[in-house]
């Protein structure tokens, strides 16, 4: 491995992280799912593993493909940042949506109690009969991963795009493959770790009585990811 190819691929190891972290984007959501959903950490991890997947191989497919047919630099970052666009508005946009719809149901199953969740046993208004039930959220019938993995699909990886561009220019299969490979297992090993550390310190908070809006705090918090793309650039 010559001096060259190591601080090439020591570059792509280091974009993937550094983007990773400062883009909460990456993680944030996928932390906010699993505290309102009460996702397990094996279930987060593998939604994260798959949704990274679909993140970073749409952009380096597009940026092999570009390089390939000698599209320019300008032109593959100018629809990464149309992509980034996309994905930022996806995002804020499934995270009020996903916000109106927590409020929604935090009003409709107030109960004539407080209670906690976990094994429940409660009276709904209205007189009906009290029920026990677990505190996992019609998880089985549920399209939140897939929305959020879709939306990944969108989201681009701008740093991954020039960092190619060297080894492409000089018609190197085997450096492109490796940068690409580094980038790749870098940014999704980050959001990985991020997500299963910030679940394991999210796992001894109690929200107590706003266990109720956790659904609409989830939403807020994807709806302000998104903000911060589009307004902050984050």
Same mark, same amino acid.
């Given at each position: ?58 952009? #380096? ?11 320019? $630099?300008?032109?593959?970052?100018? $629809? ?124 001894? #908070? ?14 807020? #918090? ?9 307004f902050l650039g984050l």
């Amino acid at each position: 491995m010559t001096a060259e190819f190591s601080l090439l691929l020591g570059t792509a190891a280091t974009l993937g992280l550094v983007h990773t972290v400062l883009g909460p984007d990456h993680y944030v959501p996928f932390v906010a799912m699993a505290k309102a959903r009460n996702w397990s950490n094996r279930r987060a991890m593998v939604i994260t593993l798959l949704s990274g997947i679909g993140h970073v191989s749409s952009s #380096v497919v597009i940026g092999m493909v570009g390089l390939l047919f000698g599209v320019e $630099l300008l032109k593959l970052t100018a $629809l990464e940042s149309f992509r980034g666009e996309i994905a930022g508005w996806l995002l804020f946009g499934f995270g009020i949506a996903y916000m109106i719809w927590g409020i929604r149901r935090a009003m409709k199953h107030v109960s004539s109690r407080p209670h906690s969740h976990g094994l429940l046993t409660h009276k709904h208004p209205g007189g009906g009969l009290a029920h026990s039930h677990n505190g996992r959220h019609e998880d089985q019938a549920n399209i939140t991963p897939w929305i959020i993995f879709t939306i990944f699909v969108f989201g681009p990886c701008e740093p991954l795009i020039p960092v190619l561009l060297f080894p492409a220019a000089r018609a190197d299969a085997f450096n492109v493959f490796a940068v690409a490979l580094t980038f790749s297992v870098f940014t999704i090993g980050t959001m990985l770790a991020l997500v299963y550390a910030s679940m394991r310190g999210l796992a001894k #908070v109690n929200l107590g009585i706003m266990e109720r809006y956790s659904h609409a705090l989830a939403g807020f #918090v994807v709806a302000s990811c998104g903000a911060g793309i589009q307004f902050l650039g984050l």
